[in-house]
């Protein structure tokens, strides 16, 4: 947890301030006992009356600033917890968004959200008790027991027999509860997991009747979650009866022994007044810090999480120096690339060749699990290759940088993805300076118009979260319009067509080739109609190119290609 902190540096001034508010409210605390003894034993035994008045306003006055001091430190810690939650939260973010899909897939999503709320709050909320307790704590401990032999060396006996025993108790229930706070967290990302695939699912589970087997999972799940945390709090609990006895039983003893030395004349009654006092200041000090022993063993495990995060060094980095621009618009070339799967025992995609240029259609047919997609994910660099390289515009997409690289790429992924806000907002996520006409021309171009213009605002029409108040091919024109109005050198289209109909599908292609006669198109699709066009067509077979030709072609040479188009299209439509 220590290694957040370095978070920090930011908050040092307040930080100083709330440990000299801290400090000044803990000296108050001490000084009010020994006050209160003088007004008992002088003021009141002696019936001095204005001594009382003396010593009682000067007690209101320190009682007064220790409230102040109080108020304010709590302000202010509060306000540096909440603002190093929101930086620490920042900072988690702005590193993910730096993570290839190879670290999105090994730390999954739901743990990345989980990590980024729950484990941030609960760092948030033990730096807060930190600032507070941690060292008042300490303060009044050793200030108290310091005052307490001052007041009567004797009776702080009873003290140096209960801490050791209070400690001891401390250290065994910390013992325990740790590793269950740090299964607490992984249980938390389970059901996190669960209740996310439950909500992004719940078409799939209602259309097979699957809704009561969910609820089972997670029941399941959150029970394991449940009965751990109430484990854990049990022995958590056990802490404050502890404590309270061991304060109570503090308390008698220290009656029973001062009583019979105010007999013998050997202690004043509000000397042992003012060692009660401290007494309890020391058995709320180890209470405080018995309660940041409850907090920090679960930060601890949510800091170490959050840690892995931040420590997380994305596999796909830009090199110092990037190489800069030959001139070249939209010209895209794989050499005999190889890429695996992290962890796979084959790779997905074996010695792949070929170019594709400005003012050309690159089309990519095969069977499912070809490595059609995979392909494709290469080119933005999403995941790095093995072997081989990939260039775009004449220089390896390794040698450039991701943000240069992206620029010239227009991408509509297999899964059309829409984000909260209007469909003027989504078209412009493209292009964040696109003028309304551009907007208008690029949903003209991907047959967009007609049902946008239906719609009651037009383009101001709101689009829910993930696009679920528009249908498949709805949501597909829009991803299509997205890449459009970015007007880039490279458009890549990931089976991007496969929600339309025939005739908004051809419609579609018709006014595409006049929109991107200077750009590279390629596109993934598994309808051959949609490829048939193309100025050439690759064949992909079990992660390799099986052929490379324009449809009649590889109608002659291509065994593959000819079982595709055979299980589509009829005799006299092939002819």
């Not at 306000?79 to 968004?97: E, I």
């Not at 991907?446 to 091919?473: C, H, R």
Request: proline fraction near 3%.
């Amino acid at each position: 947890m220590l290694k957040l902190f370095r978070y920090l540096k930011p908050f040092r001034a307040p930080i100083v301030f709330v440990l000299l508010l801290v400090f000044i409210q803990s000296l108050s605390d001490l000084y009010l006992p020994n006050l209160m003894s003088k007004i008992v034993d002088t003021g009141i035994v002696e019936g001095d009356v204005p001594y009382i008045w003396r010593v009682g306003l000067i007690m209101l006055g320190v009682a007064l600033i220790g409230t102040a001091c109080m108020i304010g430190a709590s302000y202010l810690s509060a306000k540096v917890a909440t603002g190093y939650g929101k930086q620490l939260r920042s900072r988690v973010f702005n590193h993910v968004q730096h993570f290839s899909l190879q670290e999105f897939d090994e730390v999954g999503t739901a743990s990345l959200i989980t990590r980024t709320t729950n484990d941030i709050t609960q760092v948030q909320q033990v730096l807060v008790m930190i600032l507070r307790m941690m060292v008042m704590a300490p303060m009044m401990c050793i200030g108290g027991i310091i005052m307490a032999v001052e007041k009567d060396a004797k009776l702080t006996l009873i003290l140096l027999v209960i801490i050791p025993l209070l400690a001891l108790a401390v250290f065994l229930v910390a013992r325990k509860g740790i590793p269950l706070f740090k299964a607490m967290q992984k249980k938390l990302d389970k059901l996190n997991l669960v209740l996310r695939e439950s909500l992004i699912g719940i078409r799939v589970i209602r259309s097979f009747n699957r809704v009561d087997d969910e609820k089972e999972r997670f029941q399941a799940a959150n029970k394991d979650l449940t009965d751990t945390a109430v484990r854990v709090n049990r022995i958590m609990a056990s802490l404050m009866p502890i404590m309270m006895f061991a304060m109570n039983f503090a308390t008698i003893s220290i009656v029973y022994f001062g009583a019979k030395q105010i007999n013998a004349g050997d202690l004043m009654v509000g000397d042992m007044m003012a060692f009660i006092q401290y007494a309890m200041q020391i058995m709320f000090s180890l209470i405080m810090v018995s309660m940041m022993f409850v907090m920090i063993p679960r930060a601890s495990a949510s800091a170490a999480r959050v840690n892995e995060v931040l420590d997380m060094k994305p596999v796909i980095t830009d090199k110092l120096e990037s190489k800069k621009d030959t001139g070249l618009r939209g010209y895209v070339e794989f050499d005999r690339v190889t890429f695996s799967y992290p962890g796979a025992e084959e790779p997905a995609l074996s010695d792949i060749s070929f170019a594709a240029r400005p003012g050309e259609t690159t089309a990519i047919i095969g069977g499912t699990g070809a490595g059609k997609s995979t392909l494709l994910n290469l080119i933005p660099r999403f995941y790095d290759i093995d072997s081989g390289s990939i260039k775009v515009d004449g220089i390896d997409i390794r040698d450039m940088a991701q943000e240069q690289l992206r620029e010239k790429i227009g991408l509509v992924p297999q899964k059309a993805v829409l984000f909260t806000g209007t469909i003027k907002d989504n078209i412009r996520y493209g292009k964040e300076d696109a003028t309304d006409e551009e907007i208008r021309h690029a949903a003209a171009i991907a047959q967009a118009t007609d049902f946008i213009e239906s719609m009651k605002d037009g383009f101001d029409s709101p689009i829910s979260q993930g696009g679920t108040n528009v249908s498949g091919g709805q949501k597909q024109r829009l991803s299509i319009a997205r890449a459009l109005v970015r007007r880039p050198e490279v458009y890549i289209f990931d089976d991007s067509f496969s929600a339309l109909d025939f005739k908004t599908d051809a419609n579609l292609r018709k006014a595409l080739k006049g929109e991107t006669t200077e750009a590279t198109v390629i596109i993934v699709a598994q309808r051959v109609s949609t490829v048939m066009d193309a100025d050439q067509i690759i064949v992909m077979d079990e992660g390799r190119i099986a052929a490379i030709g324009t449809h009649k072609e590889l109608l002659e040479t291509s065994e593959v290609y000819r079982e595709i188009v055979s299980s589509q299209l009829s005799e006299e439509e092939i002819a």
